[in-house]
């Protein structure tokens, strides 16, 4: 079983930085895809970013583009999401996500998730 717990959101002003983390424990086995989504009240849980375990392969949503980059670092099994610009809409639940196998931007294809961290843009 692995566990993901992710930290870093908060609130923040618009235009403002936040660095969100996700650290993997538990047995993870061989190379596994990380990656990030998000889902606002009222709407559907959305992808954000996603990262294979080389971090050659990355995928962006087209709304977090040039604003948001992410990163892992192996040793630690731990994923990062460097949120800068950020923007009203960007207000959601962030949600850590692991796959055993490539990257990919549906979220029925991860295989396990974070309980989630609130981020919240003031206008």
């Known amino acids: 079983q692995v566990q993901l717990v992710e930290s870093g959101g908060g609130l923040v002003q618009a235009g403002g930085s936040l660095r969100l983390s996700c650290a993997a424990s538990?047995?993870?086995?061989?190379?596994?895809?990380m990656g990030w989504f998000r889902q606002a009240p009222g709407k559907e849980r959305e992808f954000v970013a996603g990262?294979?375990?080389?971090?050659?392969?990355?995928y962006y949503a087209d709304s977090v583009k040039g604003r948001f980059t992410i990163s892992r670092d192996n040793a630690k099994k731990t994923q990062y999401l460097q949120m800068n610009s950020l923007k009203p809409e960007d207000t959601a639940v962030y949600y850590c996500?692991?796959?055993?196998?490539?990257?990919?931007?549906?979220?029925?294809?991860?295989?396990?998730w974070g309980q989630g961290t609130q981020v919240t843009v003031s206008s």
């Open positions: 996500a692991l796959r055993i196998g490539t990257v990919d931007v549906s979220g029925a294809v991860y295989n396990y």
């Open positions: 538990g047995r993870t086995f061989g190379s596994y895809a």
């Open positions: 990262i294979s375990w080389s971090g050659e392969i990355i």
